[in-house]
């Protein structure tokens, strides 16, 4: 089993920055890909980054391009989202994800939340006008 928890969510103001971090435990040999969705009430989760442990591509929402950047530990056991120039917009729970090496193309984007394994319960973000 793989345990996924997520931390650092807090309240920023417009413009300012915040990290988040996931943690990924347990059988971890069964997580290749680790990924970032965020949702609001009454919305889809939306994709964020996602990005193999092994390298290759790592992609983006449309929204967060530019702004929001994922990086891994040496253990690649623990992801980072580092986000700048925070929007309201950017206001949401966000949640980590993993996923297994089963059927995982290299260049293919996986932001569809279903493609995803093990998620963790969620950190609030709260960007401030």
């Known amino acids: 089993q793989v345990h996924v928890e997520e931390f650092g969510g807090g309240v920023v103001q417009a413009g300012g920055s915040l990290r988040l971090s996931c943690e990924a435990s347990?059988?971890?040999?069964?997580?290749?890909?680790m990924g970032w969705f965020r949702q609001v009430p009454g919305r889809q989760r939306e994709f964020v980054a996602a990005?193999?442990?092994?390298?290759?591509?790592?992609y983006y929402g449309d929204s967060v391009k530019g702004r929001f950047t994922i990086s891994r530990d040496g253990a690649r056991n623990t992801l980072y989202l580092q986000m700048s120039s925070l929007k309201s917009a950017d206001t949401a729970v966000y949640y980590c994800a993993a996923k297994s090496p089963s059927f995982d193309n290299p260049v293919y984007a996986y932001t569809d939340v279903h493609e995803y394994e093990y998620w963790g319960q969620g950190t609030p973000v709260t960007v401030s006008a």
């Open positions: 347990g059988r971890t040999s069964a997580v290749l890909r």
């Open positions: 990005n193999r442990k092994d390298g290759g591509i790592t």
